[in-house]
């Protein structure tokens, strides 16, 4: 924790020796939930979702401070920190850390640098601030392992030509990102496999109770081998309608180094992802892809793969202050022979009704249902490999705004 305040403190001073009002965001959002869920993967067991059924009640869904302060003209310094209760390993914590470029566009071109610590462009459904979903609580199973294990700490550049703004029909991007400290990406998906909920690992926490197995408190964010990892990708923008996107990742890690203080290997993962979101007359159609393989090589026991693969469908509908949004999620993690640990195979339905009063208040009811079998929780908990889970969700948001 105290490592986390000397940095925000760090940044900040560099930051408001020169800079203009800063914004922020303040929010809470608070639960009242039922569950016939295992025991969630943050919480000691292997259920694919946030609640378990020992969790059922009132809960914090999350407390967030977000700020976003000028530096000059063209430079800002962006900051988020957020609280989700239950067994963080700081009360509150940085998601994302970083100071964004953003030249005057020229001759129709714009550019966009970033470097810190921050979100890869994957997602085309969390893009609310704070890396929320404006159609459910709880995220996709492709943004849910993105929150858990990916964070591009490095350096990402976009540019883009706005044809729009020469009088074409669409705006083309383009891409790419240099980082390191994320090595350890790919071992909840051995170990526990996809999930759908709505946290996010901080920057300085961990994953799972420590010392609880086989999700032992993982610590996402380390460099191991001093690899560099890079990601590119390209979006097409038409008419504001139509978002296509595709991008590559690859952390290009050693699969046979091995951190001993950490006692992590470094997982070797990669991964293809492509999608895209319409939206019309109050409509939106979201339709995402992913798949790829993680992998490590233990001394003397060779290579262990675990291929990957998940999609999903959305449709929301948005008139007046309320937004109603069903979701349909496939997913998918094998494992090459000899593992027989990690398998894991299923399907959830979403179901959600957003109604949003004023600028402060909103108030989200959501059905989650998901469908899993993972062999995990009959290796390590003796447990049913296949389990149906049903979450309900009210959540209530309070969100106040301003400058500083």
């Known amino acids: 924790m105290g490592r986390l305040l000397r940095l925000a403190a760090a940044l900040c001073t560099v930051a408001c020796g020169t ?64 609280s989700w209760g239950g067994y963080q390993k700081n009360p509150i914590d940085l998601t994302e850390a970083y100071l964004e470029l953003r030249p005057y566009p020229r001759a129709g071109f714009r550019a966009r640098v970033k470097a810190g610590a921050f979100y890869a462009p994957i997602s085309l459904e969390n893009r609310a601030a704070g890396w929320e979903s404006p159609y459910t609580l709880s995220s996709s199973a492709i943004d849910s392992w993105i929150a858990e294990e990916l964070r591009t700490i490095g350096v990402e550049t976009q540019i883009d030509w706005l044809g729009t703004r020469l009088g074409h029909d669409f705006d083309v991007g383009i891409v790419g990102a240099a980082f390191g400290w994320n090595e350890p990406a790919g071992v909840s998906l051995a170990s526990h496999g996809f999930a759908l909920d709505d946290t996010q690992t901080t920057l300085f926490g961990r994953v799972g109770r420590r010392g609880a197995q086989p999700v032992a408190g993982f610590q996402e964010f380390h460099e191991i081998d001093g690899r560099v990892g890079t990601y590119e990708g390209v979006e097409l923008r038409w008419l504001q309608r139509l978002t296509l996107r595709a991008l590559h990742y690859d952390n290009h890690a050693d699969p046979a180094s091995f951190d001993a203080a950490l006692g992590e290997h470094a997982w070797a993962t990669h991964f293809d992802s492509a999608g895209a979101r319409f939206e019309s007359d109050g409509w939106s159609l979201i339709a995402q892809w992913m798949e790829g393989e993680t992998y490590v090589a233990p001394a003397g026991v060779g290579q262990l793969e675990w291929p990957f693969r998940a999609r999903y469908l959305l449709a929301s509908r948005q008139w007046g202050r309320n937004t109603v949004s069903l979701r349909y999620d496939e997913f998918e993690v094998d494992a ?69």
């Open 336 to 404: 090459d022979p000899p593992v027989v640990r990690g398998i894991q195979g299923g399907h959830a339905v979403t179901a959600a009704y957003i109604y949003t009063a004023g600028s402060h208040w909103r108030f989200t009811l959501e059905w989650l249902h998901v469908r899993s079998s993972q062999s995990n929780r009959r290796i390590f908990l003796g447990e049913t490999p296949l389990v149906s889970e049903n979450l309900t969700q009210l959540a209530v948001r309070y969100a106040i705004d301003g400058s500083f």
């Open 19 to 82: 800079a203009a009002a800063a914004d922020w965001q303040l929010s809470l959002d608070t639960r009242l939930v039922g569950s016939d869920g295992r025991r969630s993967f943050l919480d000691g067991g292997l259920g694919a979702v946030r609640y378990g059924e020992n969790r059922s009640g009132l809960e914090l869904g999350r407390f967030r401070i977000g700020i976003s302060e000028p530096i000059g003209s063209i430079v800002a310094l962006r900051l988020d920190a957020s």
